[in-house]
């Protein structure tokens, strides 16, 4: 016997859209062939300037999905109309935001408050200012509805369910330290790899942004803001009241010289002509035995939070990665002096999606 359906809205279909798209078909038909068998119904597919819906909520087949976008000829209906007929679905609805947009993170409260799930790996709403962080939440609670975002911290790496656990069960964290951004871990791996040379920084940056490991314009991620946006919403779990990504010390790794580029080709061309900076650090490293990471960290006790370079002895967990891994180490009280490691690929379309995904079945479980 089937379950009342459950409504899933997708907005966001990108490298993490598509990988998910397939994900939830694997797992609709997993789902629908469990005794009981649950019902998942896609009824709404919206990306910046198409759309497919379901008009009388009968599911669409997600093998069709981005065919029908590419060909769509209907109007682009506003969000407040897309809202409405999420609204008067006949069933609970999930609606998963696969974008990075910040415009839409700050509907999540209205959309929470109508009822409306949500798991998503846009960090912009959970890391922007503390307000919104508790107005979404406090809607999830008033409209009877959830909200997970495991992928907005290490895609799809259980770092955000770790440290809630930890927490939840009565554990006291004391210190959470790691390298949070897969393109800085790259970067790093390769500018001082342990037991070698590595190339020059700007070399390293163009290598990285070749291989697609930066986004289009490097200086998105040599700014810091990515990490220091991480690290706010795990400080913010922690209990830490932080105000924004901006509100503690982050670190930029762009020249002083270089902030008035026009363009990103503009930077990288400039680049080189830096690279003295960087290679005075990775100097100083090496002679004391130890390499450069780009790490963030948040001391709970000192209620402290910093993102930026740190020398660490080539021994070190932080040390030894490999390729783009993560690695985030947490100390707690109950852990002793060894910390609760959570390490693995913590960027790709794949293994976000894998981690939205998993929140999917999180809310189905609450909702059946």
């Not at 503690?248 to 900076?277: R, T």
């Not at 109950?334 to 999180?362: C, F, H, S």
């Amino acid at each position: 016997m089937s379950s009342q359906p459950i409504f899933l809205a997708i907005i966001g279909l990108g490298g993490v859209g598509k990988a998910f798209l397939t994900q939830y078909e694997h797992l609709r038909q997993r789902l629908s062939s469990q005794t009981p068998s649950t019902d998942l119904a896609l009824i709404l597919a919206r990306r910046s300037k198409t759309q497919v819906l379901s008009e009388r909520y009968g599911g669409l087949d997600a093998s069709k999905i981005l065919q029908q976008l590419d060909e769509s000829k209907k109007p682009f209906l506003p969000f407040d109309a897309i809202l409405e007929f999420l609204e008067n679905a006949p069933g609970k609805v999930v609606l998963v935001d696969n974008t990075s947009d910040l415009e839409l993170a700050k509907q999540y409260p209205t959309i929470l408050g109508k009822g409306i799930s949500i798991v998503t790996p846009n960090k912009k709403g959970f890391s922007d200012d503390i307000k919104l962080w508790d107005n979404i939440f406090s809607a999830a609670s008033r409209g009877n509805s959830h909200v997970f975002h495991e992928s907005t911290v290490g895609a799809g790496l259980p770092v955000i369910s770790t440290l809630t656990e930890l927490i939840e069960t009565g554990d006291e964290v004391t210190k959470i330290e790691g390298v949070f951004s897969g393109t800085m871990s790259f970067l790093f791996n390769s500018f001082q790899p342990v037991g070698g040379e590595g190339g020059k920084f700007s070399a390293e940056v163009k290598k990285a942004k070749d291989l697609g490991y930066t986004e289009p314009d490097p200086r998105d991620d040599l700014n810091g803001l990515d990490v220091a946006r991480k690290l706010t919403i795990l400080a913010r779990i922690a209990g830490l009241k932080v105000e924004s990504p901006t509100s503690f010390p982050v670190q930029s790794l762009i020249p002083k010289a270089l902030e008035s580029c026009k363009s990103g080709d503009e930077f990288m061309e400039k680049l080189p002509e830096h690279d003295d900076e960087m290679e005075k650090l990775k100097s100083e490293a090496s002679k004391a035995g130890k390499v450069l990471r780009f790490v963030g960290s948040i001391d709970v006790g000192s209620k402290s939070v910093k993102v930026g370079l740190e020398q660490f002895d080539t021994s070190h967990p932080i040390a030894a990665l490999k390729g783009s891994d993560n690695i985030i180490s947490f100390y707690t009280k109950r852990y002793g002096a060894n910390p609760l490691i959570v390490q693995g690929a913590g960027a790709g379309g794949e293994v976000t999606a894998m981690g939205v995904t998993g929140d999917l079945i999180k809310v189905i479980r609450l909702l059946k």
